[in-house]
């Protein structure tokens, strides 16, 4: 069993996102937390709320327990990128390019061997 929650349309590159999501993918929960509490990325905040969100989903909607909870997997997949231009010298313009993100993380209960 497994729960999983989802962050869609976060204004924040996805190579950017990925830097945060790979240090805290395969952790438990309180370790995962505390990477992202003490991370100076900007990200981090909502990759926190991701967590947060698939904790809660599992234990509110699949009634497991978040004391032995860890990431199985997470991953960042690319949005909608918004085009816009930036004027530039000589009348000309340059694309910039706004990219998005969608952040997924799946947590499941450890397997005690």
Known sequence: MEARATAKYVRVSPRKARIVVDQVRGKDIP??????????RAIAETVGKV????????VNNHGMSDKNLFIKAAFVDEGPTMKRF???AKGS?????????????????????
């Open 93 to 113: 313009a340059s694309p910039i390019r706004k990219r998005t993100s969608h952040i997924t993380v799946i947590v499941a209960p450890r397997e005690e061997a």
């Open 86 to 88: 930036r004027p530039r």
């Open 31 to 40: 370790r995962a937390r505390e990477i992202v509490a003490f991370s100076e």
């Open 51 to 58: 967590i947060d969100s698939a904790v809660a989903n599992a």
